[in-house]
């Protein structure tokens, strides 16, 4: 397998992608078109922010399988097209939240006692400590607008330097604040108090320029600013006019609308403004941490597929995956079982958990049916991150309930696939932690190990019929290594599952057809 490394990435990660086995290229710096043209062979792309992950690029990487984000941010890669096409995304959220926290606040503090004027105006000979007045920030009153990892930290930090901290997040209840021990409070009600104000939020369509001339006109005078969540959540143009108005009295900007931000950008110009090169997440630590989370993720995608920190599939790890493992590969033979009996359209797809599936949520065992009933037809392409939608693409509709009650079975999927015409039900369970078993096709009870070679043969429940199906598959060969018979509800018709050591080729199909008291025959590959 081989992983392109296409942006910096601590060398403990590449370290453990090579450990692995996994073959390793560091190529950073490319072109999007020097990207595409090196994507081809790659099963793994590494990236950070710099590395474009397009539609027009994924086109060409006809053999990846993951792009692993050394970082959170994911606003270089094309997620809906990355999951059309089968890849999964995934990220480090965790690694760099400390240091990114520490860097609001050394923005904060730096922007308060004029630490980079300071530097410049010494550097170029002149002494101007009158001019650069600073202030405390002890008593002062921050405002952190998104409470998640970094938001969070950042509070707590500002809580050790003796700030009072107010709180905005739409998402995060108000009784989580306070019980940290910081005020909850509406976002005019921030804008109205902080002195300082520092943003932790996704970029999304609801923050993009959230800080805009409205939202600035709102704020205290004198305010400070620090971004080092997104650019675009902040005006810039919108920014430089506060700042040169006096309503704002410094900016600390780590991230910007376009990085590198052009060189005519106003905010460039302000004297009130402090910049840095998109170093939020640049230490040591934060890089070491990310560049081992990332690769630890892709071996064990690579290596074990196991999915962990996908942003485009449902993640499971560890105890998750012990316990639902062999649930997942049951639901994905019971999907290929489905495939090959219903040959009609597929419209609808249910599936019921009976029984107490350790508290997981459930949506990878779905993914895994429905990839198991699509790729019978639809081919490889179809995998666990598509699946779901392929099946919405085909028009086909989808419903998920579980029940604590038991059945028959500790733990039950049935699964019905509803076709114009016909209706198709499947049910399995798991003996012990991982033996998989059908146990129902419609109203037929069985026992059988979802693999390998098996036949389903509809008889006449007629003396002679059994032996003349053992007889003709003994003629041709062909050893029977499992032999279920069920009567039909009604009673004319026997069902017999067989399964056997070697495929039943057409021919042999035909044989039994042949055979007087034999109604339909139907082969299928587990
Ligand atoms: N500068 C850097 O190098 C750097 C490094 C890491 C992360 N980041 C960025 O920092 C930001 C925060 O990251 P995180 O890991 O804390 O994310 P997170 O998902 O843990 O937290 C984001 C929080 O924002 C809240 N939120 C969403 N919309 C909101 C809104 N309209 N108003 C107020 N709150 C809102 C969410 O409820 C959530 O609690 C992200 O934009 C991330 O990309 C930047
Ligand atoms: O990789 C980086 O330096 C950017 C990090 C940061 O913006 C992130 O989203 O994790």
Redesign the pocket.
């Known amino acids: 397998m081989k992983v392109l490394v296409s942006?910096n990435l601590g060398e403990a990660g590449i370290e453990i992608l090579k450990a692995a086995g996994l073959d390793v290229d560091v190529k950073t710096g490319l072109s999007p078109e020097e990207l595409k043209a090196e994507i081809g062979p790659y099963h793994a792309l590494v990236i950070?922010?710099a590395s474009r992950v397009t539609d027009d690029l994924l086109e060409a990487a006809e053999n990846l399988k993951v792009v692993g984000?050394?970082?959170?941010?994911?606003d270089n890669v094309d997620i809906p097209a990355a999951t059309r096409r089968g890849v999964v995304v995934m990220?480090?959220p965790g690694?760099?939240v400390v240091t990114?926290a520490e860097h609001a606040i050394s923005m904060m503090l730096s922007l308060s006692r004029n630490i980079t004027r300071g530097t410049a105006s010494l550097k170029t000979g002149r002494w101007d400590k009158k001019k650069l007045m600073g202030r405390e920030i002890y008593n002062k009153t921050l405002g952190v607008i998104g409470f998640g990892k970094i938001g969070s930290v950042v509070a707590d930090r500002a809580r050790g330097l003796k700030m009072k901290v107010l709180v905005y997040d739409p998402v995060v209840q108000d009784e989580t604040i306070e019980k940290q021990g910081f005020e909850s409070v509406r976002i005019d009600e921030l804008y109205a108090r902080a002195d300082y104000i520092t943003i932790h939020v996704p970029k999304n369509k609801e923050t993009a320029n959230m800080i805009n001339a409205e939202a600035l006109a709102k704020m205290k005078d004198g305010v400070m600013l620090i971004n080092c969540a997104?650019g675009g959540i902040v005006d810039e143009e919108a920014l430089y006019d506060a700042l040169e108005s006096g309503k704002m009295a410094g900016a600390a900007l780590d991230?910007f609308a376009q990085e590198p931000p052009p060189a005519d950008l106003r905010l460039l110009q302000s004297e009130k403004v402090i910049l840095t090169p998109?170093?939020?997440?640049?230490t040591f630590e934060a890089?070491t941490n990310?560049a081992v989370a990332v690769a630890n993720q892709i071996v064990e995608y690579l290596k074990h597929n196991n999915v962990v920190n996908a942003v485009n599939v449902p993640s499971i790890s560890g105890q998750a995956l012990e316990q639902l493992g062999p649930f997942i590969r049951l639901a994905e033979k019971m999907g290929m079982l489905h495939a090959q009996f219903m040959t009609e359209q597929l419209k609808e797809i249910n599936i019921l958990y009976n029984g107490d599936f350790f508290g997981y949520d459930l949506m990878p065992v779905t993914s895994a049916f429905i990839q198991g009933l699509l790729s019978y037809r639809l081919g490889a392409e179809v995998n666990a991150v598509n699946a779901h939608y392929i099946a919405k693409e085909h028009g086909i509709k989808i419903t998920e309930s579980s029940s604590p009650e038991t059945t028959d079975f500790l733990h039950m999927i049935t699964t019905k696939i509803t076709g114009p015409e016909k209706t198709l039900t499947v049910a399995g369970t798991v003996f012990g932690k991982s033996d998989p078993r059908i146990v129902r096709i419609d109203d037929f009870r069985i026992e059988i190990i979802p693999k390998g070679h098996l036949a389903l043969i509809h008889n006449l429940d007629e003396p002679g019929a059994i032996g003349s199906i053992g007889t003709t598959l003994g003629d041709h060969g062909i050893n029977i290594s499992r032999m279920q018979v069920g009567l039909e509800e009604g009673g004319e018709h026997n069902i017999i599952l067989l399964r056997t050591d070697t495929p039943i080729s057409q021919n042999v199909v035909d044989a039994l057809m042949a055979l007087p008291k034999v109604i339909s025959v139907r082969t299928m590959e587990l």
């Open positions: 942006d950070r922010s984000r050394a970082g959170i941010g994911l990220n480090t690694g760099n990114t997104r991230v998109h170093l939020g997440a640049s890089q990310v």
